[in-house]
């Protein structure tokens, strides 16, 4: 709970701080997490709330890319299928909609990539690959993992573990970013 | 462009890096920002592409302090009025529907926050308040400005800020995360 | 199940047939239904898949007549409290998330106003008034209450209903059309 | 502009009157406009508003006949080309958002289904197949088109032709109803 009121930069310099070495605390198989993006036929992403928004700003850039993307919940996205890849994001791994969405694309035989702050739960014994950021969790208010409000840090982690996820995958496709540019949505 | 496979935790100390130091590199009052969000009667969010998930990240925060909150092109947003405040975001600012926003937003005696890399640009005329955050555009693909695609740089920095905003409005608020716990929608 | 191909006018004459006499057939008390909404506090709507849709459909018109009127899943929709009012639509009065919605919605003194092919189900038992649609649910495909594909009947009523529901309130209001224009959003 | 209060059920008589005869008032080549859509490589849908809520209606029964279908707007949606279909609805013909994506679509190659009031307008200078459905548009406020408001009448009667395309191609495609039900999301 904050004792007294922080400026607009401090506060970013408390964001930026906590988000520091981030590379060096991301805990899991990122190879088998590209892995599991390359070898996918299709990508579905799910998230609740503020972390089902971050997981929509990389679903954008694996569509520049090329690959077919689609946000469980949309009303044009399919059903998944073998082969498909569900990449999930859930704090505690304890989200009863997204630990239920990881148990079905597993029974159809899709592949499970969980970001989540913790790979004991049940969302990461489903999931194929957990990718942790250690973090507080969404409703872990007791302030010891953050000086942030609920799951922010988390959260905040999670657009950047998907921006380097898309910046490995893109370094890897061998394409200029010219090459990328008509992937991007010309309708609007 | 990229000249050789990265790897995710490569990616991740870039991403990382570029947003280092982001609390002294941003520009403009954001004192005058604070209080413009605290003075509105009701705030608009208006983004394209993932600077728009950007700022539903920071719209969902803003909502679970009580304000009264629309998202630009959701179904039920109504129109803006005199003491609302329009709060935008565009790495150029130029993008064309963004601008004609923040000039309906002022026509109608609304307050207009611009979040940009810039504050030359027909946004930052049009706004009350404009803080830039140097990045590259979503167009600039030099890679002088970032060693990320397009406005990856910008929109991860905008993602931080408007967190930033909202940890500065609450430690005023005097509320702690337990009184802001009932604000988070119950019907999901 | 189709027999054989059907031109695109034949279809619609089977759809239109279908709405024929909605008026005399929908159940339920439609005059406590337009009390509800007359004494909401903020109307919340809920609905999966195209029941959501056409659930959307009406939740703008109800908010161009100045109603404060929310889509659950929205990432800026509130908390639902005592004296609001939850909309909801399930054919079948069974989708998980909708009853589930309906139970927290009366738990916490919010009013429901359920749409449904029965007003023998969980939804139906939780709200505080039912509206019946006789009509095929999105599992029955038996073909026997409608010849169209499964909860399209049903759906195409909920439309049509909606929009009853707010011509009635419309017209109850003494507003004329030029008076409601001003309540179109304004910054698309 | 309504002259005293209206009944739900009055309301619902004149709405499903104003439906009535549908089948016999749309004007425009619906075989050809069949032909679009079974021969595009995706289908991509685009309104403004209601009209957009109407299209996504459309959009879902289309996925569910396991077409490759996109929503303009959402994040995940690429860019449209050659040989794809893009489905727009405006009233008037001219609405600017939707008049510039016919025009794109038209200029790299895909092709344009256009549904509106009249075929004598800007988007129907620019569709493949215009299909018109004699109503009010949203802007006549002069009732003398419809006892209802604004462009109600013609987005209800969207709803209905695009649900009278998707039977006309559900029996032209051989497929049972329960050969359709695995298209259906089964991540939510």
């Known amino acids: 709970m ?3 009121p922080v400026s607009v930069t401090d506060a970013l310099a408390l964001i930026v701080g906590e988000a ?4 060096s605390r991301v805990q899991g198989d990122t190879a088998a997490a590209i892995d599991l993006v390359e070898r996918a036929g299709r990508v579905f992403v799910h998230g609740a709330g503020r972390s089902g928004l971050a997981l ?6 694996l569509m520049h ?3 077919d993307v689609h946000v469980v919940g949309e009303v044009t996205t399919p059903a998944i299928h073998e082969g498909d890849l569900l990449l999930v994001a859930s704090g505690s791994g304890t989200t009863g909609s997204i630990v239920q969405a990881a148990r079905t694309a597993t029974e159809v035989g899709a592949s499970v990539l969980a970001v989540s702050t ?8 489903l999931a194929t690959v957990t990718l942790v950021i250690p973090a507080a ?3 872990d208010r007791s302030g010891s993992a953050s000086g942030q409000y609920a799951g922010s840090r988390f959260e905040q982690a999670l657009v950047l573990l998907g921006d380097a996820l898309f910046h ?10 010219d090459d990328l540019w008509p992937s991007h ?4």
């Open 2 to 4: 904050p004792e007294a």
């Open 20 to 23: 520091d070495g981030l590379d």
């Open 56 to 61: 929509r700003m990389t679903a954008m850039r």
């Open 65 to 67: 890319l090329g690959l």
């Open 118 to 125: 913790t790979d004991d739960s049940p969302l990461a014994e």
């Open 137 to 139: 969790t969404k409703t």
């Open 168 to 177: 490995a995958l893109w370094t890897r496709s061998g394409h200029s970013a």
């Open 185 to 188: 949505a010309n309708l609007e």
